[in-house]
């Protein structure tokens, strides 16, 4: 696994070459689209060249914010990844500021980044979280992703502790409001949408454990470990869901 791991991070540079090397983005993006896609035929990803490529770039900031994630020695290579796919989102955003996969891969890259700041940065983001996961909701109720990325906002915020709680009412007067209740609704929410998707069965059970409901948590996992992968992260979600399930039992 960590052999095919680091394949793809090294073909996800190679990539990223590749586009530095083409000239900016053009209104039609030819030479930059065709490197995308290029890349995902390869990788057996569907792809489509839609309204200047937005498709392409929501995909590309996607990819490297789920590469980011995976890195965890070298966090300078993780911040790197995580800045392509905020770049990449602010490209797709700048062409369509109301599409709704945009604000969607927007919100996790700046998420993803934020896992690794803290104080007044970290709380900015999660500013913007909100903001981009409620565009994305509002331009396509049906988006799965973005109502899991809202549950996780709604958890997150949910556990801040006393000193983050008093630096967001000091800088910005506070947050708009967060439970674990809300992120059970969301998650829940996700589900409905696309019951094959494993990460958010893996966060779901997190919060309704939370939530002092173990034993809806300990379904919601062993559910997941039934489910096919999707992912090449999926593989390592399910891990970690066995090694909380031991815990919880």
């Not at 369509?96 to 927007?106: A, G």
Request: proline share 4%.
């Amino acid at each position: 696994m960590s052999e095919q791991i680091n394949i793809l991070q090294q073909q996800a540079i190679e990539l990223l070459k590749e586009l530095i090397a083409t000239p900016s983005f053009s209104k039609e993006e030819e030479e930059t689209a065709a490197i995308i896609c290029k890349f995902f035929a390869l990788k057996g990803i569907p792809a489509s060249r839609v309204g200047n490529n937005i498709y392409a770039l929501n995909k590309c900031s996607e990819l490297c914010s789920r590469i980011g994630q995976r890195e965890i020695k070298n966090t300078k290579l993780r911040d790197d990844y995580y800045l392509a796919a905020k770049i990449y989102a602010e490209t797709a955003l700048k062409i369509d500021p109301k599409n709704s996969e945009s604000n969607c891969v927007m919100a996790i890259a700046l998420g993803r980044s934020s896992m690794s700041k803290s104080g007044k940065e970290k709380i900015l983001n999660a500013r913007e979280v909100k903001k981009h996961v409620d565009a994305a909701i509002a331009n396509d109720p049906q988006n799965f992703k973005a109502w899991h990325v809202l549950g996780r906002w709604q958890y997150e915020i949910s556990n801040l502790n006393a000193l983050e709680r008093s630096l967001v009412k000091v800088l910005y007067g506070g947050l708009p409001p967060a439970t674990i209740k809300q992120s059970i609704v969301a998650f829940e929410k996700a589900r409905a949408l696309r019951p094959e998707f494993i990460l958010n069965y893996f966060e779901m059970a997190k919060a309704y454990k939370d939530n002092h409901n173990k034993n809806k948590a300990i379904t919601y996992l062993q559910l997941m470990f039934t489910l096919p992968y999707q992912t090449e992260d999926d593989p390592v979600i399910k891990q970690k869901g066995r090694a909380l399930l031991k815990d919880w039992q």
